[in-house]
């Protein structure tokens, strides 16, 4: 099922029903085709309003795929859930309280956003009371140049990785692995010139600092550089056909060339 089909039966789900009636759980688990072109519209390219799309990792080695529509093609702020090459979860905003928390009971918030204004913490979470597995904090600015999430995934913390896609630069999400001489997951959110990445270890176990570089011809360079023991990681990459392949190495051991790879989730 595409995800145009599914946005248009979820987004307004919650907000659809009798004040005291349960909603009802639409299709979700359900598989889901990835697009070749920007859905953005060019009105948003330096607005607030558009597409975002985020890649996070959590503490228990789980991998999700966000997409936020900030009415890019409709009425109310929405965001998809992507799992396991399927689409999980429909989460729309909710209201927070005096101290900017999320308010409970959750109330939904159907107020707009104003068009080229900041905007501070909305909470996103499914569209059913009860049944959500992800919340996610997002903020953004007035003209779209600095945006960033917060993710509760399974009830644990993330790490986060997001970009804006525009109507000439789409974005695009990866989730994979790293193994050799450390292992872990790792995911990243890329254009046709720049990469965001993140990464943990299952063998620390640890999370590592967010990397960005620059893409070219889509291949990139990544440089982490790790707190701890001042190491730096290496990750060469090249993306072809929704799959990425590369190789990485350690500064303290930089003769030792380790494989990842992942695959395309959105």
Not at 65 to 71: A, H, V
Not at 180 to 196: N, P
Request: hydrophobic share 40%; aromatic share 14%; net charge positive.
């Amino acid at each position: 099922m595409k995800t145009a089909t599914i946005v248009s039966l979820l987004a307004f789900s919650l907000l659809s029903c009798h004040k005291n009636a349960e909603p009802t759980l639409p299709p979700f688990n359900t598989e889901y085709e990835l697009q070749n072109r920007a859905e953005a519209l060019a009105a948003y390219d330096a607005a607030n309003y558009g597409i975002y799309k985020g890649v996070v990792i959590n503490a228990q080695d789980s991998t999700a795929t966000f997409k936020f529509n900030l009415y890019n093609n409709s009425r109310q702020p929405y965001a998809l859930f992507y799992r396991n090459r399927k689409v999980q979860d429909s989460l729309i905003r909710y209201v927070k309280d005096n101290t900017g928390y999320l308010l409970i009971p959750q109330k939904a918030d159907t107020t707009t956003i104003p068009f080229n204004s900041s905007f501070y913490f909305t909470y996103f979470s499914s569209y059913s009371i009860g049944h959500g597995t992800a919340l996610v904090g997002f903020n953004v600015s007035a003209n779209g140049t600095a945006y960033h999430m917060d993710t509760q995934l399974y009830g644990n913390a993330t790490l986060n990785a997001v970009l804006k896609e525009t109507s000439n630069n789409q974005v695009l999400c990866f989730e994979g692995t790293y193994n050799g001489a450390d292992s872990g997951r790792i995911a990243f959110v890329m254009s046709t010139d720049s990469i965001v990445a993140i990464r943990a270890s299952v063998w620390n176990p640890q999370f590592f600092k967010v990397a960005t570089a620059h893409v070219s011809g889509n291949a990139f360079t990544l440089r982490q550089e790790e707190d701890a023991s001042g190491n730096a990681f290496i990750f060469n990459g090249t993306v072809q056909n929704n799959s990425c392949t590369g190789t990485w190495t350690k500064s303290s051991a930089p003769s030792v060339v380790n494989q990842f790879k992942a695959v395309r989730t959105l």
